[in-house]
């Protein structure tokens, strides 16, 4: 990216972060700077006509508060990235947040790891490290590991922690927005009935924020991945859990307890097998990768791992392809049943099962075609549900924890 | 209801009509008096404080406002009714619009008749009749007995067609809110791809909105019912049929084509009976009245409808109390897979089953408990999903396309 004015003197980093905060925190939310700013923290780079069209301001309106802007360092001008011209002449410059203005970071918990993102308020990803600390490490000691990643990652960076804005947190278990618990972790039963908050508040010393993986793979998509600009979709994970989130009128649908989105926990057979999650039949059992792995190790003779059975299906492997058929055929009968309670308008899949491309998603979109009520064949094109993978295969939660706090400012207005 | 103050000049009538349509069409929403108006539109009368609440305004705000709104004959003063009064001062007047300012009509097309209630601004119903037309009616002759309808219902209510804001239909099939034609509909397979508003805007003469019986039953519990002052629940309907609605922030939500909520026809087993929809094994054939109704009717050796065989359960009939918990049984189990979906906070039962009571709710509530993901023992009280049974047990729908007119402008706030 071409930037074509940057201010780096440290007095004048340190006066836009101050600013930026202050317009974030304190401000009346009404004011075309603070609209503008929080347009640009939850959207990323833009043109003026676009900051226009998402804020409501008038064109005069929005080029004197950008100009404004401009002179406190608060704002830059930048070439678009490539695709963002339009015919053949000079592309738009579009605006972006002065990346010195402020940063955000994003925490996955793991069950064996951590990851930590850092990103700046203009959407750029700056540093991102893994910490593997094996399945035995204990949840006491998760914040102050976390708080060693972020120092090492402000000093490499050569950051101040004052740029700081706050830090999005991702588990593997539904977050109870009522009481910020951990409400019955799949993969991570340590960490049931933890307050992630009030744990690594006093340890990071920021504003925390939390959410369960999927709900931020979901903000993921939203922010910078395969469903900018939409307010209504349904996200759908398929790897080793069966997962998602539903977002409706631009916000991420949390439910009373945290547990919306639980596709996997769909319980279709109420004599089933039993589920990690204490229920019968659930659709994760029959719709996971973790199967077709097992039958693909028994008929390799060999542990095969996910990656490796996606490689060998697209490679011809006809066995590995029927496994990945099946597990997607499942899966689709099963969002079959979401998509007659909610008829989205787009669902986005995610997960690793995305990456086998159409081997995955044509018998996926054919199963819930043939279960679902509203049909391709009932409606106009533009009323049918539409299938997109996801844009980040792996990084998502991470990502969409640092998105989490940049929407987080972005929505106040 | 006490009415304080009603002005009936005819000449005062016309005026206010008047100055109602210009704040609701015209002037900028934004002014305190348009927004009062829109309030108590859609909330039906208020207190100052209460419309101080949601409005945002000022009191002094809302007093200066209401002064004006009072000498234009917009809104007058009430006693409000019983329940309103905490406490043992005297109880606080509310505020209603002018019931002469505006009225409203709902119509519900149902398979065999057309019911049509006008209630005016103030939320009072003014008038409900229903016509039986018979299994074979033609959609093409529904338009002008609608308008007949609506005829008679103003001559005998003495009042001019101008006071009339809009018409809110409810039909029995999803309508797709892209085009505003009825899609695959269940009982009444004749209106298939009926554009609602094309066909009965010209013969009315008004402004017309359409959408299916159940998102309109979910505003009447939203206007008037069990759900006033939720933001997001969810409605489930027992009956002949099984349905429902989805409310998101204040809003139902539609789906791309309209099928949001269609629970009835999740389908759980899809090598199952096939059911009217054209799929397998769905929800409906497994949960609504219908086979309770055969089989009382078998062991009676006689036709036993709905009401009857709610009564003889009421009244100790082991074995119609055992036909209606299993059907609750069955209900609850598909319910528990909107809950692993949705995580609702509150569930708003709707239909005839909800007449009977506990005997109904406790075996669904118990069953949704047993196959969601999230359960009552999992989380505080505040954090379960509460049951309730709907206000309304039959004339929900039509109620619902007068509030969907009553919503309409109030949402424009």
Request: proline share 4%.
């Amino acid at each position: 990216m071409n930037i074509l004015r940057l201010s780096t003197r440290r007095e004048e980093q340190q006066m836009s972060v101050k600013r930026v905060k202050s317009l974030l925190f304190y401000e009346a939310a009404g004011t075309p700077s603070g609209r503008i700013v929080r347009t640009l923290i939850e959207r990323g780079p833009l043109s003026a006509r676009e900051i226009g069209l998402s804020t409501g301001l008038a064109k005069s309106t929005v080029s004197t508060a950008l100009h404004e802007l401009r002179l406190a360092s608060m704002v830059i001008d930048r070439r678009p990235a490539n695709g963002r011209s339009h015919g053949v002449g000079r592309p738009a410059t579009v605006v972006s947040l002065n990346p010195q203005a402020g940063t955000c970071v994003g925490l996955l918990i793991g069950a064996e790891h951590m990851q930590l993102i850092v990103a700046d308020v203009s959407h750029a990803v700056l540093s991102d490290r893994t910490l593997h600390l094996g399945t035995d490490y204990s949840v006491a000691e998760a914040p102050g590991r976390a708080a060693e990643m972020l120092e090492q990652a402000y000093a490499e960076l050569h950051l101040s922690r004052d740029t700081l804005l706050g830090v999005g947190i991702a588990v593997g278990g539904p977050v109870n927005p009522l009481d910020g618990r951990v409400l019955r972790p799949g993969g991570m039963p340590n960490w049931a009935g933890v307050d992630i908050r009030a744990m690594f508040e006093p340890v990071l010393q920021q504003a925390v924020f939390a959410d369960n993986e999927s709900n931020c793979s979901a903000i993921a998509e939203m922010t910078w991945g395969a469903a900018v600009g939409q307010e209504d979709f349904v996200f759908f994970t398929v790897d080793l859990g069966v997962g998602g989130a539903i977002v409706s009128h631009g916000r991420v649908v949390t439910g009373i307890a945290g547990g919306a989105g639980e596709f996997g926990h769909i319980s279709i057979d109420p004599a089933g097998e039993l589920c990690r999650c204490g229920n019968r039949g659930c659709l994760e059992l029959h719709a996971s990768l973790r199967r077709p792995l097992e039958l693909a190790s028994r008929r390799l003779d060999r542990p095969v791992d996910t990656e490796e059975l996606i490689a060998l299906a697209l490679a011809g492997d006809v066995g590995c392809q029927r496994l990945l058929t099946d597990t997607a055929e499942a899966a689709g009968r099963g969002l079959a049943m979401v998509g007659s309670a909610i008829n989205p308008g787009l669902v986005v899949l995610g997960g690793r099962a995305a990456l086998a491309g159409e081997l995955f998603m044509a018998p996926l979109e054919a199963a819930y075609d043939r279960h679902t009520l509203v049909k391709r064949s009932d409606v106009a094109p533009e009323a049918a549900t539409r299938f997109v993978a996801s844009r980040f295969s792996r990084n998502s939660a991470c990502m969409g924890a640092v998105g989490m706090v940049l929407r987080h400012y972005g929505r106040r207005c």
